[in-house]
């Protein structure tokens, strides 16, 4: 029995690790998330039930282990060094004759160009092929051990890929771990939300997520890892630089497609131009590039200076920054009540963007700033995250400046603001404030929620003012002949938005959960929550203690769940949705777990299912359909005309199974035909 279920564990493995290199490696997913989810979720059941069998690993070891009370520190094997920077192409050409000098050559240089990531150096140590220790930088010599936390990292290999001629004994590799703009957004967003400082930037971002004492917030952060260099390793080294990054692809790494040889100074300077260019099309930031000698022999002859390369250079972009004007301060009302202070800039260009407001986040901010009305100041663009306010330039103050505090009224509703005890923000506790309804309506018809198109700002702010909407079930009554009498609506728009909102009546559970703006419950929770409960009735009656128990499932969001729908006002807004006509069934039809972890092929003709619904059954129930059979195949099943997979499964002695087996085993009957 025991040996079955290992067996079984151990397949669990492989098949996670192999769609974790699909996804996060190659980004060719053979899967789905909630797939995914579901053969993680069954793998942790089963060690949870045998502890013993926990190897370090494991793809559970990605999701967090219980919070540190301090980081050991470690003295890296060898030094890691950091890299002298350039700025302007008049520095390049110096490095390149100094290299040239250096190699005593009058040939063009050969150098391995790649983008510079801005994140956190780490380095990764590899016993035997095992991921055993993981660290930051720090100062170069020593750093600080955050194993469990790079091991949330999806990229990071926690064994390296067998398919290696040659695992060495012991491997040291290093890399940026970075945090994509994405991830950056959403992150800040939520901690906004919850009235914490945003992170200034993805890297600051990804620094803070990597020094977590509790590792379970890390693995909430989905962080990216860059291999670029290399410290001990107990195998000869390839020639060049390129092929190095070759060899770590090969071990399981994701390596940066934009790593390119440039074979001498112009084409070097090419490559700053083009990377330039595609900065703000890469999801995630550089700050430059990093210029190597391609010839590792070449860099060893070079040898370095005091902590860094003499064969290795970085040539950061030019930052992007402008001067401009306060004209104004003003208090913003969100979704939850939040008063945000915005700063109203003279419209100016960064990076080909035109700004005209920045966020000041909070009333913290304002005075760590010290920014007033009509102050001079300092924006800066970080890639294609939002401009903010760096600096305030008190030089070119002439005392007509004035300081800003937010009001102790909404400026929406004139309702008094408070501040919860232990948080920064100040917020509207009025329900029917009119700002926070428009924040709602507004996320509640966003595109990954009830997606209602042509629902955009400037008509809610009209539905809502001319009182035509209420609460966000409202929109569910909505009559053509209201429609009408707004401005910009005549009568084929107000039909295409009648029409959209009834399309929206149908979106899955998840999406309206989402829709519904409760804290902390983004997409990913709310595909987590409908997973588990199947129905929205569920999920309004658990307890805290009941939410608690599904996986991934914290503290915080069965919290506000649960407060979410003791509040009478939630309660109503639910039912009058009801009445309004929207959908409250799941769509997608729950995965079981009957068939979990069994792989099944199916062959011949069957009585009552066709091929396709077969497996689709199947998988709905936590099984694999697999088109061969092999030794990892746990049943055929076999119809009428069978092929040649049923003597294959005779021969490699796998279970036959009949259709009528199979329903059997599901607990389904079905008659005739
Ligand atoms: S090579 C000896 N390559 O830049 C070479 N560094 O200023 C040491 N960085 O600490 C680093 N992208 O955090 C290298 N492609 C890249 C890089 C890179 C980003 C960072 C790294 C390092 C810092 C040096």
């Given at each position: ?13 492989q ?5 974790n290199?699909?996804y ?29 069998w926990?190897t370090?690993?494991?793809p ?9 009370q301090?980081f050991a ?15 302007d ?30 994140g956190?150096a780490?380095?990764?140590i590899?016993?035997?092929?095992l991921l055993t220790?993981?660290?930051?930088r ?5 750093g600080?051990?955050?194993t469990?936390?790079l ?10 890929r067998?398919?290696?001629?040659a695992?060495?004994?012991r ?19 939520s901690?906004?939300?919850?009235g914490?400082?945003?992170f200034?930037?993805?890297?600051n ?6 020094r ?6 890390t693995?909430?952060r989905?962080l ?13 080294l ?9 060899w ?15 074979t ?9 131009r083009d ?7 890469l ?19 070079m ?10 250079i970085?040539?950061?972009?030019p ?8 004209e ?6 969100g979704r939850?009540?939040v ?25 913290d901010?304002?005075?760590r ?5 009509g102050?001079w100041v300092?924006?800066?663009?970080a890639?294609d995250?939002?401009p ?11 005392g007509?400046e004035?300081?800003y ?12 603001t408070?501040?919860?005890?232990g948080?920064v923000a100040?917020r ?7 700002a ?6 507004l996320?509640f018809a ?9 629902m ?13 909407v209420?609460s ?10 209201q429609?009408?009498?707004l ?14 909102i ?12 989402f ?14 929550l ?6 929205l009735d569920s ?14 499932i914290?503290?915080q ?8 729908f003791?509040?009478?006002e ?13 959908q409250?069934?799941?769509?997608e ?11 099944f ?9 066709s ?5 689709q ?7 694999r ?7 990892k ?6 119809g009428e005309?069978?092929?040649s ?5 005779r ?10 087996d199979?329903l ?5 009957q079905?008659?005739g035909n």
């Amino acid at each position: 029995m025991n040996e079955n279920l290992k067996q079984q564990l151990e397949q669990l493995r492989q098949v996670l690790e192999h769609h974790n290199y699909r996804y996060y490696v190659l980004d060719d997913p053979e899967i789905t998330d909630a797939e995914y989810d579901r053969l993680l979720r069954e793998l942790i059941a089963i060690e949870n039930q045998h502890p013993e069998w926990i190897t370090p690993d494991s793809p559970s070891q990605r999701v967090g282990a219980p919070p540190l009370q301090v980081f050991a520190s470690m003295q890296h094997t060898l030094p890691m060094l950091s890299l002298d920077n350039s700025l302007d192409e008049a520095e390049m050409r110096e490095f390149n004759q100094r290299t040239r000098r250096l190699l005593d050559t009058t040939e063009e240089i050969e150098y391995l160009c790649e983008v510079k990531l801005d994140g956190l150096a780490v380095e990764l140590i590899y016993e035997k092929g095992l991921l055993t220790i993981g660290a930051t930088r720090g100062d170069g010599i020593y750093g600080e051990e955050i194993t469990r936390n790079l091991k949330t990292i999806a990229s990071i290999p926690l064994r390296l890929r067998t398919t290696a001629a040659a695992i060495p004994e012991r491997l040291e590799v290093r890399g940026e771990a970075i945090m994509p703009l994405r991830e950056f957004r959403r992150l800040n967003q939520s901690r906004l939300e919850e009235g914490e400082p945003p992170f200034a930037n993805p890297r600051n971002a990804a620094a803070g997520s990597l020094r977590q004492l509790d590792s379970t917030i890390t693995a909430g952060r989905r962080l990216d890892f860059y291999p670029y260099g290399i410290g001990v390793c107990s195998a000869p080294l390839p020639q060049t630089h390129n092929q190095l990054l070759q060899w770590f692809a090969i071990l399981g790494f994701k390596t940066n497609p934009l790593a390119k040889i440039c074979t001498g100074i112009e084409a070097v300077i090419a490559y700053h131009r083009d990377m330039m260019e595609q900065r703000d099309t890469l999801g995630y930031e550089i700050d430059g590039i990093v210029v190597k000698v391609n010839d590792l022999a070449k860099q060893e002859r070079m040898g370095i200076r005091s902590r860094s390369p003499r064969w290795a250079i970085a040539y950061k972009f030019p930052a992007r920054e402008e001067i401009t004007r306060v004209e104004n301060i003003i208090a913003q009302v969100g979704r939850t009540g939040v008063l945000t202070p915005v700063a109203v800039l003279d419209p100016v260009r960064i990076g080909g963007v035109t700004v005209s407001r920045s966020t000041l986040h909070n009333q913290d901010e304002v005075d760590r700033l010290d920014v007033r009305i009509g102050d001079w100041v300092v924006i800066q663009r970080a890639g294609d995250v939002i401009p903010k306010i760096v600096r305030v330039i008190r030089e070119r103050r002439d005392g007509s400046e004035i300081p800003y505090i937010l009001p102790d009224r909404c400026p929406a509703c004139g309702s008094h603001t408070i501040q919860s005890p232990g948080e920064v923000a100040w917020r509207c506790v009025n329900l029917s404030c009119p700002a926070q309804l428009k924040e709602r309506i507004l996320h509640f018809a966003s595109k990954g929620g009830m997606d209602i198109e042509g629902m955009g700002e400037k008509l809610i702010d009209q539905l809502v003012e001319k009182g035509v909407v209420q609460s966000i079930a409202d929109l569910f009554f909505l009559e053509k002949n209201q429609l009408i009498e707004l401005e910009r609506m005549a009568d084929k728009s107000a039909e295409k938005l009648l029409a959209a909102i009834a399309a929206s009546r149908q979106r899955p559970l998840d999406r309206l959960l989402f829709a519904l703006g409760i804290r902390f419950v983004g997409e990913h929770i709310s595909r987590v929550l409908v997973d588990a409960m199947g129905n929205l009735d569920s999920i309004m009656q658990s307890s805290v203690e009941e939410l608690l128990a599904i996986h991934e499932i914290g503290p915080q969001v069965a919290d506000s769940v649960v407060t979410f729908f003791a509040q009478a006002e939630n309660r109503q807004l639910i039912v009058r949705l009801k009445a309004g006509g929207v959908q409250f069934q799941s769509m997608e039809k729950k995965r079981g777990d009957k068939l979990a972890g069994k792989t099944f092929v199916v062959t011949g003709t069957l009585a009552h299912y066709s091929r396709q619904e077969i497996e689709q059954r199947i998988e709905e129930l936590g099984g694999r359909a697999a088109a061969s059979v092999s030794r990892k195949t746990d049943y055929v099943i076999v119809g009428e005309n069978p092929g040649s997979k049923a003597e294959k499964a005779r021969e490699l002695g796998v279970p036959i199974l009949s259709e009528e087996d199979l329903l059997n085993m599901i607990g389904e009957q079905r008659s005739g035909n």
